[in-house]
């Protein structure tokens, strides 16, 4: 099992450019997290998700969009970047609640 | 609502010895779970320890317990004989049976040769 990957491990974006982070797992795992992380901080949730087809926001989700087409793949979209949105993603998920959430490796993005 | 608090930013222990984290949480539920995930300076978080609120018997995970005392709503991580491998980010997490994970600011942990 590769657990849970993200894809690109690292992104300098200009102010108003878009891209999209990638998430997938192959635990077959229903729930499905994006975090981010400012530097010295904990983690704040931006979306969830509870299955295929279902999301929802988190703490912080201005800024971003999600999907969820398939149990695998979790993308996360950031549309018009600010410096607001430098910061490190995590992509977590979890066969069920109150279970151990597995994090990827996350995605650094810096934008400038 | 629910609060998880890490009152040590920072920490640091000398090699082989034992150190203890500190975490108390705030929720008004009688059931849910408490963990504790370490990130390495690699960035990747992974799962210590994890602990069920009805269980009465602290979680152990071989150098790593947990000390939680329910009542007090504390739930202290002990590393005993730490290692340089130990050095990492340190966060407290509640869940209480939905699809949130509160966590908390997090410990840093110096392990020193």
């Known amino acids: ?8 491990k690292f992104r ?9 982070l990638q998430c997938t797992q192959d635990m077959n795992h229903n729930y499905m997290y994006w975090y981010r992380q400012d530097p010295g901080m904990g983690l704040k949730l931006i979306y969830y998700s509870v299955g ?3 999301t929802d926001k988190g703490e912080v989700p201005n800024g971003y969009n999600v999907s969820r087409s398939t149990t695998e793949d979790f993308p996360l979209r950031l549309e018009l970047a600010a410096p607001s949105q430098t ?12 279970e151990t959430q597995y994090f990827g490796p996350g995605t650094r993005l810096l934008v400038l | 609502a629910q609060t998880v608090t890490q009152s040590q930013p ?19 539920e009688n059931n849910y779970y ?14 210590v320890i994890r602990q069920e609120a009805y269980k009465q018997q602290n979680a152990t995970e071989n150098r790593f317990s947990v000390n939680f005392q329910k009542a007090a709503k504390s739930f202290s991580l002990k ?3 730490s290692q340089l491998g130990d050095t990492a980010m340190y966060f407290c997490a509640l869940n209480t049976g939905g699809f ?9 942990l110096f392990v020193k040769a």
Do not use: H
């Open chain 1, 12 to 20: 300098i974006l200009k102010i108003g450019q878009s891209m999209t």
């Open chain 2, 10 to 28: 920072e920490m640091s222990v000398q090699e082989a010895e034992t150190v203890t984290l500190s975490c108390t949480y705030d929720t008004s």
């Open chain 2, 79 to 81: 590393i005993s004989d």
């Open chain 1, 1 to 8: 099992n590769a657990g849970v990957t993200q894809t690109p």
């Open chain 1, 52 to 54: 295929a087809g279902i």
């Open chain 2, 34 to 47: 408490l963990f504790w995930y370490k990130q390495p300076p690699s960035r990747q978080m992974i799962l």
């Open chain 1, 87 to 98: 910061s490190v993603y995590f992509c977590a998920s979890t066969p069920g609640t109150g």
């Open chain 2, 100 to 108: 949130k994970t509160i966590f908390g600011a997090g410990t840093r």
